[in-house]
């Protein structure tokens, strides 16, 4: 092989990389925008979801449960029983479901909790029903229906902060629940210092939980 033939293969071999590699830098940038174009989706589909707000009377209001401190509730929680109660006492339902197991073996359940501040307020413990098993907020859901199903209580206006509603209510679709997202009107998270990280870590969780619905 002369120098004239080696100098054409040399030339054909670096072309043919160049379009390799041109190629596979197309798919990427291709593969990046088409994951930024569905985290800007969800984005909206959160921020949106928030703001609505669709009760309406139903057979129980549910309360999706989150940090005590000790044998308080803790801001976030109580602005969620707060709102809860209103519904509760504007004759949206005639029952509460307060849902949230332990955070530790020695701590009072996130609905023991919730169940002993709504007593205090007004509400009647005949009308409060809880579980305290969940841990996670599709366990809420999950073990809330058990409760729920030995009073024949079939539809549920659903409460917790509003960046949470878009996922929590997600979850309750799938589980076939008749529900209505009426997010908390104040809440801890209300700075951007706050609202933020909140909002990223929802964002996080709804596009996994989306994809793997999707996948599953």
Not at 187 to 210: H, I, Q
Request: glycine share 4%; charged share 25%; aromatic share 12%.
């Amino acid at each position: 092989m002369n120098d004239v033939e080696k100098s054409f293969f040399k030339e054909r071999f670096f072309m043919k990389n160049k379009l390799a590699s041109k190629k596979i830098k197309t798919l990427l940038l291709c593969f990046a925008a088409a994951i930024a174009a569905l985290i800007c989706w969800f984005s909206s589909e959160i921020w949106l979801f928030s703001l609505k707000d669709e009760a309406k009377p139903a057979d129980a209001i549910l309360v999706l449960g989150t940090a005590v401190w000790g044998d308080q509730p803790s801001p976030v929680l109580r602005e969620r029983l707060n709102h809860a109660i209103k519904l509760y006492e504007q004759g949206y339902a005639n029952y509460i479901i307060f849902t949230g197991g332990r955070g530790a073996a020695d701590e009072l359940a996130e609905s023991e909790v919730s169940r002993s501040y709504a007593i205090e307020k007004g509400v009647k413990p005949e009308h409060i029903l809880i579980e305290n098993q969940s841990r996670i907020t599709e366990e809420n859901f999950l073990y809330a229906l058990t409760a729920a199903k030995h009073h024949d209580l079939r539809s549920f206006i659903i409460v917790s902060d509003p960046l949470h509603m878009k996922r929590a209510l997600t979850m309750a679709d799938r589980l076939g629940m008749t529900a209505y997202s009426s997010p908390t009107t104040t809440s801890a998270y209300s700075s951007l210092r706050t609202k933020l990280p909140f909002f990223f870590r929802e964002l996080f969780y709804y596009t996994g939980y989306r994809i793997l619905y999707t996948l599953s």
